[in-house]
């Protein structure tokens, strides 16, 4: 099972409970199929740009363990839903997130704002 995350982006004049409603039958899509990892709604936001005259949406990401192509199966299933405004799917990857090593010049930045401090 290859493990994918799903962030869909509902019509943001959606009432909560048709919001919740299509998130189920995703969910329940993706179950069928394969497993939820996790489900983590993001509230309604101003879109960065209009998406066909809609200026919100409502984001919610899915997280989720697949058997096959995540990708065709879920554009099949979403394309033609009037209340998805976008989505986006990638696969997930457990990732180690450190910050990178200081160079020289860094370094003797932070040195010198730690004297004048003094």
Same mark, same amino acid.
């Given at each position: 099972?290859?493990? #994918?995350?799903?962030?869909? *982006?509902? @019509?943001?004049?959606?009432?909560?409970? +048709?919001? %919740?409603?299509?998130?189920?039958?995703?969910?329940?899509?993706?179950? +069928?199929?394969?497993?939820? !990892?996790?489900?983590?709604?993001?509230?309604?936001?101003?879109?960065? #740009?209009? /998406?066909?005259?809609?200026?919100?949406?409502?984001? *919610?990401? $899915?997280? $989720?363990? #697949?058997?096959?192509?995540?990708?065709?199966? /879920?554009?099949?299933?979403?394309? $033609?839903?009037?209340?998805?405004?976008?989505?986006?799917? !990638?696969?997930?990857?457990? *990732? @180690? /997130? $450190?910050?990178?090593?200081?160079?020289?010049?860094?370094? +003797?930045? @932070?040195? +010198?704002?730690?004297? %004048? %401090?003094?």
């Amino acid at each position: 099972m290859s493990k #994918y995350e799903t962030i869909v *982006v509902f @019509d943001g004049s959606l009432p909560q409970d +048709a919001i %919740e409603k299509e998130s189920k039958k995703i969910e329940e899509l993706l179950s +069928a199929n394969g497993k939820i !990892v996790k489900i983590d709604e993001w509230g309604k936001r101003v879109l960065a #740009y209009q /998406i066909g005259k809609k200026t919100t949406g409502f984001y *919610v990401l $899915f997280v $989720f363990e #697949y058997n096959g192509n995540a990708g065709k199966f /879920i554009e099949d299933n979403f394309k $033609f839903n009037e209340n998805i405004i976008r989505y986006l799917t !990638v696969t997930h990857e457990e *990732v @180690d /997130i $450190f910050a990178a090593p200081k160079t020289e010049s860094e370094k +003797a930045n @932070d040195e +010198a704002g730690e004297e %004048e %401090e003094d």
